[in-house]
């Protein structure tokens, strides 16, 4: 490497400068470099690695790494003693497994070598290896150095001495393929946010130079993997102390060098408190984040602290957490309110649930060490809450005197954070007795919170998901009415447990002209957003066409063309029924759907109903079939996606069968009935040792009551407009006979209105008018004209478009489809109270 690049090593442990003096700076390692690329050999060999090792780069270029650095061979015997760093004890992995790429880790050790140009001399040499990831081929970085420079050696802080190093820091390159040195300077310290503009100009002209890369680190910066050093001294402690002790037993008297020192108990009681702090880190790691539950990881991040670490712990999260919202915004002032969410204490019980109870929401102001805390997302200390802070504090809470349980305990306030963002805080106090929370403390409590604050931010983005997706899935279902003309309805719908919340199972129900009621269940298959999307709109097409009046077979023929038309990529299944109160059938169509159970009332039996079952939508080119079921009133269909009867491993068959038979189960109501039904699938697949249900469920049950003859009257009027005195008159007379005087008035006007319409745009067919008493009075007047009509703002002058204005000023409900010979326009009316 030219002379050029060679400079004193930048300190690795705060030093500022290199000594000049002749004496040596404990704070800078001269360094010796060598990289070794994917096949073992030798790739880059500095002019240090030539002075330490003693071979010239052009005879290390090339060559087997292994050859050429201190293995694991190279290294001395255990128990074999240097200096004050005690023996060396045989820890730490051995240069040749990173060599032989047995690490993807960095590690560090040390070794002996015979230093050239010094007859006889051995060295104590220092040695890091840095795996390095990136698409060339250089895959390991490894840094040695004369360990001799830490005992002041001359030798190594000579920078024209044997021992000359190059400045380097591992992980970082740059090459000459960059656009230009300016744009490069200019680049630089956005990577390296402590580099001056100044040095990255200077690096960069000797890039562009030199044309090799440059390896740098900042003079604050510690090399990341260190020999561990206080472990060899450790051992050495611990076999002068078995020698003592063997003196000892042997009645000798103890040498001085194996008497104890007070300075090395003192490292043992530090070594044993962090020791001690890292185990109860590691304890509590494990314990916190079992689940993505936000209510259950709140309760176990109270728990993990108390007793051992604190005595009471009070978690406060903001309310943008609490309820499950997106990622709170901007930094917490004294408007911010902060949800107490959890309370762990070892007093007696009861004692803070008056005072603090789990619920409460309240801001902070700026005089309080909490507002400190969420502000700075820093932790902060209050060895002993005094009686002033304590008033402080207990202003907050109004008429509750807090005092009593804070005044005179240690307090320690650690910020919950999660990318940069204070998503909460927990207060943490320590009984009189105990002893104050310290720095080491503070430090444990800062891991701790963050840890802490990673797992509950991990929970709050799962339960914010969770909640999107429930609410994408609500808004995507329709809201049936449980009540039809002619017919009840009840519904489930259950989100899936592990392939995702969001699914493609529908259920919906549209209501029909002549009293009907069309139902129907499909499942668009897969899961996901797309699932749900493409679900949407298969549901919402049937709506159209369903308000069409289709026949079954015909609506699913469309439906699959539509699916064609949107693309190949999806299939669905779909069942479409059609239930007609007045005649007492039931019209179903199928697109590979599991069938419907029918439960007769008369007998309760159950069975599956035996239908077509036809390609799935989405195929194409497949016909479809309806099938014509005669009913009767009290007889209940249940239809459901293959989620509620279908379990991997098991016979679809028992799903069936189960479905069946917990579908004749009497129940006191139509929802009763549902949970009938999903409680009694669940205990069969459990039982059976499939465990629990994957996939999400849609579930439609209607109770077919139907129409009494009674409850129906019907009249067909010639196309003349004399007809339609007579039509007012029959409603007025059937609305008698019904008991319901007080609608027969404006009954008679809207009617009127449609039949007057109905003559004059019918063709050749006679105009049907139709009275249904049921939950409603619903009037229904059919022409063979297929133009709708719509509602228009009449003017003062204009002669018509005032007749749907009417029927829309005095109907509960109004509105028009088509049917298979023109048009239907109804509306309903409500009953009075008996």
Request: with cysteine; net charge negative; charged share 25%.
């Amino acid at each position: 490497m030219d002379r050029g690049t060679e400079r004193d090593a930048p300190p690795s442990r705060g030093a500022n400068s290199a000594a000049v003096d002749g004496t040596a700076d404990p704070g800078r390692v001269p360094l010796a470099v060598v990289v070794v690329d994917r096949d073992g050999l030798v790739s880059h060999w500095s002019t240090g690695a030539r002075r330490l090792f003693g071979v010239a780069k052009e005879e290390a270029l090339g060559e087997p790494a292994i050859d050429l650095l201190p293995v694991s061979g190279a290294l001395p015997e255990p128990g074999e003693i240097y200096g004050e760093y005690g023996a060396y004890d045989g820890l730490g992995p051995g240069l040749e497994s990173s060599l032989d790429q047995g690490l993807s880790y960095p590690a560090a050790g040390r070794a002996r070598l015979t230093v050239p140009g010094r007859e006889g001399e051995r060295a104590d040499v220092l040695w890091w290896a840095y795996p390095l990831v990136g698409p060339g081929r250089e895959r390991l970085l490894v840094l040695a150095a004369d360990a001799a420079a830490l005992h002041g050696d001359p030798r190594a802080a000579d920078p024209s001495g044997p021992l000359a190093v190059e400045r380097i820091a591992p992980g970082f390159a740059l090459h000459t393929d960059f656009p230009g040195a300016e744009e490069l300077a200019r680049r630089l310290p956005d990577i390296l946010p402590s580099m001056s503009v100044g040095e990255s100009a200077r690096i960069v002209a000797q890039i562009l130079e030199l044309g090799y890369p440059v390896l740098e680190f900042s003079q604050n910066d510690r090399v990341p993997v260190t020999p561990d050093w206080g472990v060899a001294r450790r051992v050495e402690r611990r076999a002068r102390r078995e020698r003592a002790a063997r003196a000892a037993a042997e009645g000798l008297s103890l040498p001085d060098d194996l008497t104890d020192d007070p300075a090395d108990e003192r490292e043992d009681l530090e070594y044993a408190a962090v020791r001690e702090r890292l185990e109860f880190l590691n304890e509590v790691s494990g314990r916190i984040g079992t689940s993505l539950d936000l209510s259950r990881t709140i309760v176990e991040v109270s728990k993990a602290v108390v007793p051992r670490f604190t005595d009471v712990a009070g978690t406060y999260l903001r309310e943008q957490v609490v309820a499950g919202e997106g990622f709170p915004d901007g930094v917490p002032d004294t408007r911010t309110m902060w949800h107490r969410v959890a309370v762990e204490h070892t007093d007696e019980p009861g004692r803070w649930d008056d005072v603090v109870p789990v619920g409460e929401a309240m801001p902070f102001p700026a005089h309080t060490p909490f507002f400190q805390c969420m502000t700075t997302g820093q932790p902060v200390l209050v060895p002993r809450i005094s009686e002033q802070m304590g008033h402080a504090i207990a202003s907050q809470f109004e008429k509750r005197d807090i005092r009593p349980l804070i005044t005179g305990r240690s307090m320690l306030v650690v910020p919950l954070k999660a990318r940069n963002v204070v998503l909460g805080f927990m207060i943490l106090l320590r009984h009189p007795e105990r002893a104050e929370f310290n720095d080491m403390d503070r430090v444990t409590g800062a891991e701790l919170a963050a840890r802490a604050g990673l797992v509950l931010d991990n929970a709050r983005m799962y339960t914010y998901q969770e909640s999107v997706a429930d609410t994408l899935q609500d808004s995507m279902l329709p809201h049936i009415p449980p009540r039809r003309a002619g017919c009840d309805i009840a519904t489930r719908y259950l989100p899936g447990t592990l392939l995702g919340r969001v699914g493609g199972d529908w259920f919906d129900s549209v209501k029909l002209p002549g009293a009907r009621t069309a139902l129907v269940v499909g499942d668009v298959m897969g899961h996901g957003l797309n699932s749900a999307a493409m679900m949407g709109q298969l549901r919402t097409a049937v709506q159209t066409m369903a308000a069409l009046d289709l026949p079954p077979a015909r609506l699913l023929r469309n439906l699959d063309d539509l699916a064609q038309r949107l693309g190949d990529t999806y299939l669905a299944t779909c069942l479409y029924a059609v239930y007609d109160p007045i005649a007492g059938e039931l019209h179903l169509a199928n697109a590979g759907h599991i069938p419907p159970v029918l439960v007769r009332a008369a007998d309760g039996r159950s069975e599956l109903l035996d239908l077509p079952t036809g390609a799935p939508i989405g195929v194409g080119g497949v016909p479809f079939e309806s099938v014509c079921v005669r009913v009767e009133p009290g007889d209940r269909l249940v239809m459901c996606t293959d989620g509620l009867v279908e379990v991997r491993g098991e016979d679809i068959g028992v799903g069936l069968a189960t479905l069946c038979e917990s579908a004749a189960h009497p129940a006191a109501s139509m929802d009763d009935a549902c949970d009938t039904i999903i409680r009694a699938l669940a205990a069969t697949f459990t039982e059976a040792g499939r465990g629990g249900r994957k996939d999400d469920v849609a579930l439609l049950m209607a109770r077919l009551s139907g129409i009494e003859p009674d409850d129906v009257a019907e009249w067909r009027f010639p196309l003349d407009p004399a007809e339609v005195p007579r039509a007012r008159a029959v409603v007025r007379e059937q609305l008698h006979d019904w008991g319901l005087a007080k609608l027969a008035y404006p009954a008679e006007l809207m009617v009127s209105e449609l039949v007057t319409n109905a003559v004059r745009h019918s063709h050749d067919r006679p105009v049907i008018l139709r009275l249904i008493r049921g939950e409603t009075l619903l009037c229904e007047v059919d022409d063979d004209d297929h133009d709708l009509p719509t509602l228009l703002s009449a003017g003062p002058k204009d002669e018509t478009g005032r007749g749907l204005r009417v029927v829309s000023t005095l109907a509960r409900e109004w509105g028009t489809s088509r049917t298979g010979t023109g048009k239907s326009v109804w509306f309903e009316m409500t009953l009075p109270r008996r």
